[in-house]
């Protein structure tokens, strides 16, 4: 079974310049999560999807940051404009059945995607 | 979430078992302890989780104590691809997210 996807693996930007970052989740997943992961700090959840419909985005600055869904599969992240603080990974991760962590799921994660700003 | 406390760091020789203790006292019947690992420079990996049964797969196996308080993951035969952060979560409620605190450091030395 293929995970879930990631790319760009790695990326550097100036500091005000836009980026994107997309996920292809684990075929069939409904439940779909972006974390970001700054540097010697455990994942911190930015936004979760049901199927394409935002569930919780309560963590994600919402001033530069935006997040899609739309046709339930893939997603793609955006960062416009990127700051400094924005340095860190980038992770998405899925899970098959609705409902969070709370009910059992067991949620994968992939790779992640590197952003550097300077 | 409810709150897990595990120790900073721990060292752990190669072939033996690496027991890893987790606390959460304010833990409720209906949550879940999740453990998860990253190694360096990967994402999170799923390694197993349990509600009150003590539960075991090919990666490790989950200690529950009876009063659901803490719990221990082992890790029967520790190799040096062990060595990651080993995080304990508790997500609160059925829509509860995965919130990661520090972890554990796991270093396996030969």
């Known amino acids: 079974e293929a995970g879930v996807a990631q790319s760009p693996r790695y990326k550097i930007i100036e500091k005000r310049q836009s980026v994107a970052f997309w996920c292809n989740p684990i075929?069939?997943?409904?439940?779909l999560y972006w974390y970001q992961q700054i540097l010697g700090q455990g994942p911190k959840l930015l936004i979760q999807?049901?199927?394409?419909?935002?569930?919780?985005d309560s963590q994600l600055p919402k001033d530069r940051f935006s997040a899609e869904r739309l046709k339930g599969v893939d997603s793609t992240l955006k960062i416009q404009p990127a700051k400094l603080e924005d340095s860190a990974v980038y992770l998405c991760?899925?899970?098959?059945?609705?409902?969070?962590?709370?009910?059992?799921?067991?949620?994968?994660f992939g790779e992640g995607s590197w952003l550097t700003v300077v | 979430d409810a709150k897990t406390t595990q120790p900073p760091s721990m060292d752990c020789a190669e072939g033996r078992a690496a027991n890893l203790p987790c606390n959460h006292s304010?833990?409720?019947?209906?949550?879940?302890v999740y453990w998860y690992r990253q190694i360096h420079s990967q994402g999170p990996q799923y390694i197993i989780h349990?509600?009150?049964n003590n539960e075991t797969n090919e990666m490790a196996s989950l200690i529950i104590t009876e009063d659901r308080k803490s719990s221990t993951l082992i890790l029967p035969h520790a190799t040096l691809r062990d060595t990651a952060v080993y995080y304990c979560?508790?997500?609160?409620?059925?829509?509860?997210?995965?919130?990661f605190g520090a972890g554990t450091q796991v270093v396996v030395t030969p």
């Open positions: 991760a899925s899970s098959l059945v609705p409902g969070g962590a709370g009910s059992g799921n067991t949620i994968y």
């Open positions: 075929s069939g997943h409904a439940t």
């Open positions: 999807f049901q199927n394409n419909g935002v569930v919780d």
């Open positions: 304010t833990i409720s019947g209906n949550e879940y």
């Open positions: 349990g509600l009150k």
């Open positions: 979560i508790v997500p609160k409620g059925s829509w509860g997210k995965l919130q």
